[in-house]
């Protein structure tokens, strides 16, 4: 149980142009996702948390507009890199928590590799 | 502002051999997480640690936790070289939905 996948596990795009990325809880439902970034050998960053139907919670230094996360349902939530650059290129990982009472477990997806050209 | 710190950042060791990985944070928090990842990877949890003086161990790894001193290790017991990743911890910052802040990362490499 708590399976979580991400589409596509890897993607190149050119600069300009925008990506995006879902995030799907298969067997349970999340009532919150995360969005991570991490640089090569570098630890993951949080960049936004989300839960259905409310707009996401950007951390300190990310900014909103170029990362839209869209979070439909308690299965899927959405991060789309809009007007992609270089500088882009990371390892993008979302995780979903179930809301449980005692922790908050996240449980991460696979990853997807952007690179932008 | 909370801060994970994990030392040492590269470790490498000899199977056979036994070492601990530290992970120091910087404010209160009663929950702590364990994290491999193996290159290219995503993250495979290890342990989660929810009370102070909690101690977990699964195969070679130990992991526990001194919520007063904010610390936190990971002992490795007679390494093997499938052990070989990248270990991160995780706090959770207390009242915040549970978003976690990840420490520096270990890159351990077990040699053969």
């Known amino acids: 149980g708590a399976v979580v996948s991400q589409h596509p596990s890897w993607v190149i795009c050119k600069s300009g142009t925008s990506v995006k990325i879902e995030c799907r809880s298969l067997?349970?439902?999340?009532?919150?996702m995360f969005w991570y970034r991490q640089f090569p050998k570098q630890s993951l960053m949080l960049m936004a948390t989300s839960n259905e139907g409310s707009k996401a919670t950007y951390e300190q230094g990310v900014e909103k507009d170029k990362f839209l996360i869209n979070h439909a349902s308690l299965t899927l939530s959405t991060l789309t890199v809009t007007s992609a650059h270089p500088e882009d290129s990371s390892f993008y990982i979302c995780?979903?928590?179930?809301?449980?009472?005692?922790?908050?477990?996240?449980?991460f997806g696979p990853g997807t590799r952007l690179t932008v050209l | 502002e909370l801060k994970v710190e994990q030392n040492p950042l590269f470790l490498s060791m000899q199977e056979g051999k036994n070492y601990t990985i530290y992970c120091n944070y910087s404010t209160t928090s009663d929950r702590l997480y364990w994290y491999r990842q193996d290159p290219g990877k995503s993250l495979e949890s290890l342990f989660v640690l929810l009370s102070n003086g909690a101690v977990k161990q699964e195969g070679r790894l130990m992991a526990s936790l001194d919520t007063k001193a904010r610390l936190s290790t990971l002992h490795i017991t007679a390494a093997v070289h499938d052990l070989s990743a990248t270990y991160f911890c995780?706090?959770?910052?207390?009242?915040?939905?549970?978003?976690?802040?990840f420490g520096t990362g270990t890159r351990l490499q077990v040699t053969l």
């Open positions: 995780a706090v959770d910052r207390t009242g915040t939905a549970s978003k976690l802040t």
């Open positions: 067997d349970f439902q999340a009532t919150t």
């Open positions: 995780s979903a928590s179930r809301g449980r009472v005692e922790y908050n477990e996240q449980f």
